[in-house]
T-cell receptor, first 113, second 117 residues
């Protein structure tokens, strides 16, 4: 596709439930990033892939958060045993290379009830 | 310490007027990049303009210009001839350093711009 696609657009999860958020980057983009944006805040970095290699996961808030990009294209962010504080918009961005601009997806809004 | 500071939670401007959105940054790196993004209520982050730390000229993109003052560590966004469609949240962001953290962006808390007719 022409842009970064994220699904689902909205997700409501009961506390304790596991969720999986998907990101389809622009074809051929080497770099992929996940950000978490809490209500009224700027996005906060979660993790970064270069092709299938996860080069930086220092922003993941806990070991309940896990991201993968097994074939260097589609990425999945998984959150286990969701908590209310996980409620946020999760943004994915991709870039053709590290020192270039980023294209963001529209995000997945996760609400944990 | 915050790497990006946006001190204006909200700004109002009349249509066709110019507006400046403030951004200051904090880094010890010599090489860094500064970005501005627009986020409408629909949620997507739209890239507006980029300034590299070694760029001598201020960046411009159509109605957007970046007032880069390196000594003051400021990177203010100037929107000329505001339009109603400019109403959105605006984020300043910085990318610093090299190596594995090259791609990571640090964002400010944003400024909500409202353009009125």
């Amino acid at each position: 596709g022409a842009g970064v696609s994220q699904s689902p657009r909205y997700k409501v999860a009961k506390r304790g439930q596991d969720v999986a958020l998907r990101c389809d980057p622009i074809s051929g983009h080497v770099s992929l990033f996940w950000y978490q944006q809490a209500l009224g805040q700027g996005p906060e970095f979660l993790t970064y892939f270069q092709n299938e290699a996860q080069l930086d996961k220092s922003g993941l808030p806990s070991d309940r958060f896990f991201a993968e990009r097994p074939e260097g294209s589609v990425s999945t962010l998984k959150i286990q045993r969701t908590q209310q504080e996980d409620s946020a918009v999760y943004l994915c961005a991709s870039s053709p290379r590290d020192d270039y601009g980023y294209t963001f997806g529209s995000g997945t809004r996760l609400t944990v009830v | 310490a915050q790497k990006i500071t946006q001190t204006q939670p909200g700004m109002f401007v009349q249509e066709k007027e110019a507006v400046t959105l403030d951004c200051t940054y904090d880094t010890s790196d010599q090489s860094y990049g500064l970005f501005w993004y627009k986020q409408p209520s629909s949620g997507e982050m739209i890239f507006l303009i980029y300034q590299g730390s070694y760029d001598e000229q201020n960046a411009t993109e159509g109605r957007y210009s970046l007032n880069f003052q390196k000594a003051r560590k400021s990177a203010n966004l100037v929107i000329s001839a505001s339009q109603l469609g400019d109403s959105a949240m605006y984020f300043c962001a910085m990318r610093e350093g090299r190596g594995s953290t090259l791609g990571r962006l640090y964002f400010g808390r944003g400024t909500q711009l409202t353009v009125w007719p």
